[in-house]
């Protein structure tokens, strides 16, 4: 029989210790919070050079967080324009400026270093929310005591929907995602969990995207938090794949949307032809490099259903 894994005693695997990165001030991570407290909720974001999208959503996620009575956190990645400004004039929010561009998974670690809450929603600052109602219905998938992230489905501005729901990637899944012409290579599965995308019923699966997940600190403590060794890309299927392993499930919930203005920096160019690239080619080796020897992958199902991937 599967582990199922408690929250009322967070057990952690120290052999699945990050390698890369240390987190900053470890004793700041508390032991998980038990699953009944439901008043303990943090909204946090991660920001760099995003001035524009903060004047956009700044107000109207603090207004949110406020009638959830959640903290709002910002931990600023050494942004060279007003971002940190921006997110100051807010006062009900608590940000954290660093001098240096960290990387966003070591983002994510110090903003669940800011807070005691037991869940976290991770939002992009380019990510709209505009009612608590949308939260509080992602909340109530913590019910199960083995789900430890959920993530919304995202829209595009004009009401189409994101990808934003995917499976565990192979290589080959990957380098045909990366190649400028797409091309079609054997044995290269869909990345995309497009049952999952296409649906509007709740299910388990592989991993969504970090643009806005809630995240229980049960899991995020039973994995050792993000890995700060992927600075961008990848770092969420990273934390996902190893919550996984360690019992935690990831839920997507079509029914609560959220728009997304996605900035894809490393979308349409050459393989190398720009910075954002590069980090993607150089996370995507990371990543197989770390998980080489896994065995086979768990596939979208219906929730409470779950098949593998040969």
């Known amino acids: ?40 909720l943090a909204v946090g974001l991660v920001t760099y050079n995003s001035e524009t999208d903060l004047k956009r959503t700044m107000v109207r996620t603090a207004s949110v967080a406020t009638s959830l009575r959640a903290e709002l956190c910002v931990f600023d990645n050494g942004s060279t324009d007003s971002s940190v400004a921006v997110a ?50 992602l909340l109530r998938h913590f019910d199960d005591p083995r789900v430890g992230v959920v993530a919304p489905r995202l829209l595009n501005p004009d009401g189409s929907v994101q990808e934003s729901a995917r499976r565990f990637p192979t290589a080959l899944g990957i380098a045909r995602r990366l190649s400028p012409f797409h091309v079609a290579l054997p044995g290269a599965r869909p990345t995309v969990a497009a049952d999952a995308t296409s649906s509007d019923a709740p299910a388990a699966v592989d991993w969504a995207i970090g643009a806005a997940l809630l995240i229980h600190r049960a899991a ?15 770092e969420d299927v990273d934390f996902c794949l190893r919550a996984s392993s360690a019992g935690w499930r990831t839920i997507y919930d079509p029914t609560v949307e959220l728009v997304h203005t996605h900035h894809r920096a490393s979308h349409g160019t050459s393989l190398l032809g720009s910075k954002a690239r ?33």
């Open 220 to 234: 995020f403590d039973a994995t050792h938090g993000w890995d700060q060794g992927f600075f961008l890309y990848l």
């Open 88 to 137: 100051r004039s807010v006062p009900s929010a608590k940000v954290v400026a660093n001098e240096a561009n960290r990387g966003f998974a070591y983002g994510v670690n110090q903003l669940f270093a800011m807070t005691t809450a037991s869940r976290l929603l991770l939002l992009n600052p380019d990510v709209d929310l505009v009612d608590g109602r949308t939260v509080s219905r």
């Open 1 to 40: 029989m599967a582990h199922t894994p408690t929250r009322e005693r967070a057990r952690v695997d120290r052999s699945a210790t990050v390698p890369a990165g240390r987190i900053r001030s470890a004793k700041r991570f508390p032991p998980a919070q038990v699953a009944t407290d439901r008043g303990s």
């Open 278 to 310: 590069r980090d993607h080619v150089r996370s995507m080796v990371r990543f197989f490099a770390k998980h080489r020897s896994l065995a086979p992958r768990p596939r979208v199902t219906a929730l409470g259903r779950r098949s593998v991937d040969s």
